[in-house]
């Protein structure tokens, strides 16, 4: 839990304050930009590689590595002289990424059947909720402390768990193969940076300039080629057969959608409530009053990871992402139409804070219920690593609407919030489509994956049915 909590908080606690690490550093707001972005690429690399490596060489070596390097990473963040130190940093952290994996894999391994669920809830919702939180906790700590202490206090924190996790955790079975394929390592870190790079800066450099376009174009090549590999090598980085599972198929979708939504809004929500009232719109929020706006959210995400594991007991996965899905979008609909009352907002996150930790407390545990042991830090690193990709689309496409609608003040026009806000409501509605297709799972196996009817052994699929999809 702390490994996931301190890992989801660094993702989103320099938002609020990148203006002011832009006058402390004395540089450009596309410079300090990259503050997040080099976290968001480093990331996406580490998250499905590390819980490869786990698979590997055994979950508990890796997480031990894995929060070294963010307690490293956040101490050289804390003693940054320069910006580009600092972004060297962030780096450096992102390879954080990998205790979502390797804490999902060691659950598994090391808990009893009836726990994993509810002990997969819980640790799913804090991804979930980490990103508000962090936006949340960032304002008093810098006014308080200064924001060095957004590193410093991290560094702290993931160093105690390093050596807890060192001394506490028992060593798994190594389940997976016993070497890391280089070749197809190599091409989806460079295919996932290109990606990421182009959209993350599509706005910044243009949507139509060769760069941007080159990235795009480039980076989609070369997951062709990484696809092609992968089905050709003897020992795959990531088993293209375990991707065509219905289950894992159904939930990266899912968490694409639900990525989408939830880091676009919660990277403009705060922008909307610190505009002045003389825009049409806002309440004039300072940092803090407007990270207390997305409380109620953060709490209601969390606390229905407690009880996830027994609704999908009793209801099945696909209900209860299916219903948590749109709950979300109805809540982003709602912002977009109805958002003059302080209580609008607050009933507004809270509805979205249910129904977005109804979707993550759920899908980790469809995600590993669908795949055999040796493959869960892959799979469920990978559905992390899809909720990054939306969540920087979902970032790029709200950048590119509220932007396109400014006023004469030069403030964003309350008409851009509001269609921005509805597509990320219909992009919850894709999300809804897409459960309907999640077999309907009640409980984690011990171990291997749970078949649901259509949903075929992956060494003997039927190309033409993607993971069960014409049974469905």
């Given at each position: 839990m702390v490994a996931v909590a301190s890992f989801t908080l660094l993702q989103s606690m320099v938002i609020p304050v990148l203006g002011q690490l832009q006058v402390s550093y004395d540089t450009d707001q596309a410079t300090v930009s990259w503050v997040l972005t080099s976290y968001l690429l480093a990331a996406s690399v580490a998250t499905p590689l590390l819980g490869r490596l786990g698979d590997v060489v055994g979950k508990q070596r890796m997480m031990v590595v894995t929060l070294a390097a963010l307690s490293v990473g956040s101490l050289l963040a804390a003693l940054a002289p320069s910006v580009g130190w600092l972004i060297a940093a962030r780096v450096v952290q992102g390879a954080g990424g990998g205790v979502l994996p390797l804490s999902f894999g060691i659950i598994r391994d090391e808990f009893p059947r009836a726990k994993v669920n509810g002990a997969l809830s819980i640790i799913a919702s804090l991804a979930a909720v980490g990103f508000g939180v962090g936006i949340v906790i960032a304002g008093?700590?810098?006014?308080?402390?200064?924001?060095?202490?957004?590193?410093?206090?991290?560094?702290?924190?993931?160093?105690?768990?390093?050596?807890?996790?060192?001394?506490?955790?028992?060593?798994?079975?190594?389940?997976?193969?016993?070497?890391?394929?280089?070749?197809?390592?190599?091409?989806?870190?460079?295919?996932?940076?290109?990606?990421?790079?182009?959209?993350?800066?599509?706005?910044?450099?243009?949507?139509?300039?060769?760069?941007?376009?080159?990235?795009?174009?480039?980076?989609?090549?070369?997951?062709?080629?990484?696809?092609?590999?992968?089905?050709?090598?003897?020992?795959?980085?990531?088993?293209?057969?375990?991707?065509?599972?219905?289950?894992?198929?159904?939930?990266?979708?899912?968490?694409?959608?639900?990525?989408?939504?939830?880091?676009?809004?919660?990277?403009?929500?705060?922008?909307?409530?610190?505009?002045?009232?003389?825009?049409?719109?806002?309440?004039?929020?300072?940092?803090?009053?407007?990270?207390?706006?997305?409380?109620?959210?953060?709490?209601?995400?969390?606390?229905?990871?407690?009880?996830?594991?027994?609704?999908?007991?009793?209801?099945?996965?696909?209900?209860?992402?299916?219903?948590?899905?749109?709950?979300?979008?109805?809540?982003?609909?709602?912002?977009?139409?109805?958002?003059?009352?302080?209580?609008?907002?607050?009933?507004?996150?809270?509805?979205?804070?249910?129904?977005?930790?109804?979707?993550?407390?759920?899908?980790?545990?469809?995600?590993?219920?669908?795949?055999?042991?040796?493959?869960?830090?892959?799979?469920?690193?990978?559905?992390?690593?899809?909720?990054t990709i939306g969540g920087s689309l979902g970032s790029a496409v709200m950048t590119g609407i509220v932007v396109g609608h400014v006023g004469a003040t030069g403030l964003p026009s309350e008409g851009g919030y509001t269609i921005g806000f509805l597509v990320l409501a219909g992009a919850m509605m894709l999300a809804a489509v897409a459960a309907v297709f999640i077999p309907d799972i009640h409980d984690q196996p011990d171990d291997g994956p749970e078949e649901s009817p259509g949903d075929r052994d992956a060494a003997g699929a039927d190309p033409a049915d993607v993971g069960g999809l014409r049974a469905a």
């Open positions: 008093p700590i810098v006014d308080t402390l200064g924001f060095h202490w957004l590193f410093w206090l991290p560094m702290i924190v993931t160093g105690v768990a390093a050596a807890a996790t060192l001394l506490w955790i028992p060593q798994q079975r190594v389940r997976g193969s016993g070497r890391l394929p280089l070749a197809p390592a190599v091409l989806l870190a460079v295919w996932l940076v290109a990606i990421l790079l182009g959209v993350s800066q599509g706005n910044t450099w243009g949507w139509t300039s060769p760069v941007v376009i080159g990235l795009l174009v480039g980076g989609v090549a070369l997951m062709g080629v990484w696809i092609w590999l992968e089905h050709r090598v003897r020992v795959p980085l990531i088993d293209m057969h375990m991707m065509r599972r219905r289950g894992v198929w159904t939930t990266n979708v899912v968490s694409c959608c639900v990525g989408f939504g939830l880091f676009a809004s919660f990277g403009f929500l705060p922008q909307f409530l610190q505009t002045p009232p003389e825009a049409g719109y806002g309440f004039d929020a300072s940092i803090s009053e407007s990270g207390w706006f997305l409380v109620p959210s953060a709490m209601a995400s969390f606390a229905i990871g407690f009880v996830t594991a027994r609704l999908v007991r009793g209801l099945g996965a696909r209900t209860v992402v299916t219903t948590g899905a749109l709950l979300t979008g109805v809540a982003f609909g709602l912002i977009a139409l109805w958002h003059d009352q302080a209580w609008q907002i607050y009933a507004w996150t809270t509805l979205q804070g249910i129904g977005s930790g109804l979707v993550f407390s759920s899908l980790a545990g469809v995600v590993i219920a669908s795949v055999p042991a040796g493959q869960t830090g892959v799979a469920s690193g990978m559905n992390a690593n899809i909720r």
